[in-house]
Nanobody, 130 residues
Framework: EVQLVESGGGLVQAGQSLRLSCVVSGFTRDDYTIGWFRQAPGKEREGVSCIRSNDGMPDYADSVKGRFTISSDSAKNTVYLQMNNLTPADTAVYYC???????????????????????WGQGTQVTVSS
């Protein structure tokens, strides 16, 4: 069974960092384009970052580019999201997800990108205070 489990969220002050982890099971991470998403209260879930299945190339939402870094550890079947210089606007529940079609386009800024994903983790809360 496909499972994704996030961890690493917490409460931090603006300017600080967090690293989120997503342990995947039931499939090999490198065969799928894995995405990170977030949902703030009262807002729709949005793409944050993704890592491409074939070569591990990343993509980032404009709002996080230059601050966040996505990576993958093949041996651990784990995807990470390093989040630096956090701001209150980053406050949200963060989810990792896998698509039904394994090699989807890795384009976090594209409209409807969220709709490509069918398997979701439980989410981890990130709260950034000023």
């Amino acid at each position: 069974e496909v499972q994704l489990v996030e961890s690493g969220g917490g409460l931090v002050q603006a300017g600080q960092s967090l690293r989120l982890s997503c342990v995947v099971s039931g499939f090999t991470r490198d065969d799928y384009t894995i995405g990170w998403f977030r949902q703030a209260p009262g807002k729709e879930r949005e793409g944050v970052s993704c890592i491409r299945s074939n070569d591990g190339m990343p993509d980032y939402a404009d709002s996080v580019k230059g601050r966040f870094t996505i990576s993958s550890d093949s041996a651990k079947n784990t995807v990470y999201l390093q989040m630096n210089n956090l701001t209150p606007a980053d406050t949200a529940v963060y989810y990792c997800a896998a698509p039904a079609t394994r090699a989807v386009r890795c384009a976090s800024n594209a409209p409807g990108f969220t709709l490509l994903y069918h398997y979701w983790g439980q989410g981890t809360q990130v709260t950034v205070s000023s």
